[in-house]
């Protein structure tokens, strides 16, 4: 799931990652599973994804739905 958005995420802020870790994500069950999702994406920069996953009958992989970037390690994992 995680490295199936990478590339997402690498295309809509327009960067390159090096490091891309996911450090700690949250859920939240809608039609799907909605993911929300802090990674890391160098030494001090953090961002945090929102990411859906549809039902499995469905046959979707994930997509990124939105992203913050400028967080910190110590930021809170919130829904937006």
Known sequence: LFSQVKSQFESRA???CAVFTAIVYRTQ???GTMYFIKVQ?????????KVFLNLPYEDQGPSLVSFQTGKTRDDPLTYF
């Open 29 to 31: 069950v809608v039609a």
């Open 14 to 16: 327009n960067t390159n």
């Open 41 to 49: 994406v160098s030494s001090g920069e953090y961002v945090h994804l």
